[in-house]
């Protein structure tokens, strides 16, 4: 032993060193191996006291990484104890999966050992690829007497893919329980049977693979779609046919034409025409996106009426991309091709099919950006209304606005107003602040249709901006503006318009709060009525009469309480601004305050009171405040004469003409009158006004003019009377005022021309011809188009003067017939009595041609006549 020591002691150190560790790594494993055996005999105790936590206790004290270092141990233990530590412990699904990778006897042993229900199925695919593990297993399947083994695996796998040609061949002395598989009511088995049966050439094989094609499970079916033999091609046609289009599966449709596209290529047709709605909708599920004839079809598919169909149809065109190409190709120049892209993009927006909008981000042409605001106005992501506006946007900013770019500006428009999401509204609202500042250019024309289309939903967004237009006196558009206020909900709205109201004359100009209070009072608030009343004076006469029906509408009851205390006011401003807006709310109830204030103090409530009893047609009354012609007011005594004169009797024209006929009377109250007397509905005005024409040097022009304005064919035929008797300056007077009466003046004389009333028609001839209505006549003769030679031709004839027939003679050539027929028969008067001293003056005209004429017509006239 001493020997031994010292023998070491002449050993190097290294060598010690190594010798040391040599041991203490023997030592190590030693102990390791030990405890291992004692933890293991330590979980088989635990386990044994408490069977049913095996399972935690195993995979506490020993998980897979560990059990698969001590797997022989384990297996030992397992097989001596009776206990299925693999299992437990996870060791079979590490064996597993090695399996799965790189096959092996040993471990193919160990699963159908100890997990042969997990693994059967991994096993038989195995052995199918090896022929020593295809022994190792048949031997072991053959071993088993406890359960059916073919079921067994097919249950395993699960419709798990396989070689049917290698299971044929292994099964190859197990035939009949394959087929007796094809019985079975689960799924697993009969896929695992059809998948060896297909390649089994024995009748009773080939029937069952013929009926799985109905069979009750998809993957059975999509399996003999696939793999049965051609070996009856025809007949292998029509089933797969059959299944491509009626199968409920789009798995086996799928497969169904996958299979007659490849092996029966040379069959495959389809009649459309004889197709259900059912049967088209799986063909165009199925289509091919790379063919154009499938494009075509889907196409010819959206076009039609059916919408299930149209939905299959978009889809398979979105998915190909066709649809999107579609909306690029949109252009207006062509409208018979825009009219169908509309159509065809409408219907497949209208199965919510457009993702082809995508194209709005690749800078679209016009065509494209006017059928995406058509489509989004009505359907569609509103997202897309965004890219929209902007790309719209650009499009007008950069080109002059002709009537396209207005339109497409309009579309874009109706389209945020309808569906435009707050992004795309608050990029509208910066647009509109931008060609608030434009109005000399584009702002001009795009910012009304900005304001009739802005949507009341938007009124957080639009409603600060369109207020600071409305206290802006320089903003120009303030009647679409008061509009598009109108529209907007009257929480926003009525706080600033009250504002500017309150604000007064100190802060806003007189044209805001005009609008303000236009805005206030279409909002029809009870509570406002006061408020309103008493600023009615800032509007003009004309609003304050529809204001005052507005009031009305809102509280009739609170408009009479509230007029009744305003119109005992000292303020005659309101006073008569009130007057004169009441007889537009159709009440009487102040007729007598409205009489009484003929005799006020103010002026202005005099005139109001003068017009409101006009409204109210108190002629009567009207009639009495005659002698408001002698108001000391120059104005009143205009306004009084006005009134007078349109709506008064007969006794009030009298005055009318007493105030003409006064020296002493200024001229704007006679100016008054005849105004009065020129819009009076009676014959006794244009009498008074004739015949001041004819005694009053001082005033012919202005009743010249005034009467001039009596155009109503009455008045003309008792003009006509008038001038029949007129002579001399009278005349003359007379005709420069048939002058001024202009085409409603001629138009009445012709009406009267027409009437053929003996005594009037030369007079109303030398009318025409003093104020040069005649010749026009005759210049028409000239014109190129016949139908209006041939109304010339005839309304000479009707005049039958000399200066008529000397223009008919020169057109008795006229190239129509209807022109010659009509200046035939007109010149047979000159045949007449009548007529004969119309025909030598016509003969003795200074003008050869129209001697010639003459002469030519009445030959052929006489001929005729022969």
């Known amino acids: 032993m001493y020997e031994f020591f010292d023998s070491l002691t002449l050993l190097p150190g290294w060598a010690l060193l190594l010798a040391l560790a040599v041991l203490t790594a023997a030592a190590t494993l030693g102990l390791l191996f030990l405890a291992g055996r004692w933890r293991m005999r330590s979980l088989v105790r635990k386990i044994a006291r408490a069977p049913a936590d095996a399972q935690a206790l195993v995979q506490r004290y020993l998980p897979p990484n560990s059990s698969l270092i001590r797997s022989r141990l384990l297996l030992r233990t397992a097989r001596r104890r009776g206990i299925n530590l693999p299992v437990l412990s996870g060791l079979d699904k590490l064996w597993l999966a090695h399996l799965q990778k790189r096959p092996d006897a040993r471990t193919m042993r160990r699963l159908l050992e100890f997990a042969p229900d997990s693994s059967i199925f991994a096993c038989f695919k195995a052995a199918l690829g090896d022929p020593k593990l295809r022994s190792l297993f048949s031997t072991w399947l053959d071993g088993r007497t406890d359960f059916l083994p073919c079921r067994q695996i097919a249950a395993a796998g699960r419709g798990e893919d396989f070689d049917g040609h290698q299971a044929k061949d292994f099964f190859a002395d197990k035939m009949d329980q394959i087929r007796e598989l094809t019985g079975d009511p689960e799924w697993p088995s009969r896929f695992f049977a059809i998948k060896a049966l297909i390649h089994d050439a024995e009748p009773r094989s080939q029937r069952a693979v013929q009926e799985a094609f109905a069979d009750s499970h998809t993957l059975v079916r999509k399996t003999v779609v696939t793999e049965a033999p051609a070996e009856a091609r025809e007949e292998l046609y029509d089933t797969l046919k059959t299944l491509y289009l009626d199968d409920p599966v789009h798995e086996v449709r799928q497969a169904a034409r996958q299979r007659l596209e490849k092996d029966f290529n040379d069959l495959f047709t389809i009649d459309y025409a004889a197709l259900s709605p059912v049967q088209a909708g799986h063909i165009l599920e199925l289509l091919d996106p790379t063919r154009d004839e499938d494009i075509n079809l889907a196409t010819q598919y959206l076009a039609g009426d059916n919408m299930e169909l149209r939905f299959a149809a978009a889809v398979f065109l979105e998915r190909a991309g066709s649809l999107l190409k579609l909306f690029m190709r949109a252009s207006l120049e062509d409208k018979p091709d825009f009219d169908r892209l509309r159509s065809l993009l409408g219907n497949a927006s209208a199965v919510n099919i457009n993702s082809f909008l995508a194209g709005l981000t690749q800078s679209p042409a016009k065509g494209s950006l006017s059928l995406a605001a058509e489509l989004l106005a009505s359907g569609g992501d509103r997202a897309w209304l965004l890219p929209l506006w902007e790309q719209i946007d650009r499009c007008v900013s950069r080109e002059p606005l002709t009537a396209e770019n207005i339109a497409l500006y309009t579309a874009g428009l109706d389209a945020l107003k309808l569906r435009g999401p707050d992004a795309a509204l608050i990029r509208l609202a910066s647009d509109l602040q931008a060609l608030r500042h434009n109005l000399d250019g584009a702002g001009a024309t795009l910012l009304p249709l900005i304001l009739e289309r802005l949507p009341e939903r938007a009124d957080s967004i639009f409603c600060p901006i369109l207020l600071g237009f409305l206290a802006d006196n320089a903003f120009p558009l303030r009647e679409p503006l008061r509009a598009t206020l109108d529209r907007m909900p009257r929480d926003m709205v009525l706080p600033a318009v009250l504002q500017i109201i309150r604000q007064g004359r100190a802060v806003h ?107 109210y047609d108190e002629t009567k009354t009207l009639s009495q405040a005659a002698g408001m012609l002698r108001d000391p007011v120059e104005r009143v005594r205009c306004q009084v004469g006005r009134a007078l004169g349109a709506h008064g009797t007969e006794a009030s024209l009298k005055k009318l003409e007493e105030a003409l006929v006064d020296p002493n009377e200024v001229l704007s109250v006679k100016l008054a009158a005849l105004e009065g007397l020129a819009a009076s509905a009676e014959e006794m005005s244009t009498e008074i006004l004739a015949r001041r024409l004819a005694e009053d040097d001082s005033l012919v022009d202005e009743i010249e003019r005034f009467l001039a304005r009596k155009t109503q064919r009455k008045f003309v035929k008792q003009l006509v009377e008038i001038f029949k008797d007129a002579k001399g300056d009278y005349r003359n007077r007379l005709c420069a005022m048939f002058k001024l009466m202009g085409p409603d003046g001629e138009a009445a004389m012709v009406e009267l021309l027409a009437e053929d009333i003996a005594s009037l028609k030369p007079f109303i001839a030398d009318i025409m011809e003093s104020t040069g209505y005649l010749e026009s006549w005759i210049r028409k003769l000239a014109w190129r188009d016949p139908k209006v030679r041939r109304e010339a031709a005839g309304f000479l004839a009707r005049i039958g003067t000399a200066a008529a027939f000397r223009g008919m003679v020169l057109a008795a050539r006229d190239p129509d017939q209807e022109v010659r027929v009509q200046v035939a028969k007109a010149l047979e008067v000159l045949n007449t009595p009548d007529g004969a001293t119309i025909l030598e003056r016509l003969r003795a005209d200074p003008d050869k041609r129209v001697r010639t004429y003459t002469e030519w017509a009445m030959e052929r006239t006489k001929a005729k006549n022969l």
Not at 513 to 528: E, F, Q, S, T
């Open 509 to 615: 100009t007189h044209n805001v709060r005009m609008d303000a209070l236009r805005v206030l009072g279409h909002m029809k608030r009870p509570y406002c009525v006061q408020l309103l009343l008493e600023h009615l004076p800032t509007l003009p006469l004309e609003e304050i009469k529809e204001f005052s029906r507005l009031l009305a509408e809102t509280d009739s009851k609170l408009l009479e309480e509230r007029a009744a205390s305003l119109l005992a006011s000292a303020d005659a401003s309101v006073r008569a601004a009130l007057i004169a807006g009441l007889p537009s709310t159709g009440r009487k109830t102040f007729l007598k305050e409205i009489r009484e204030a003929l005799e006020d103090a103010d002026p202005e409530v005099r005139i109001a009171a003068v017009w409101a009893l006009v409204e």
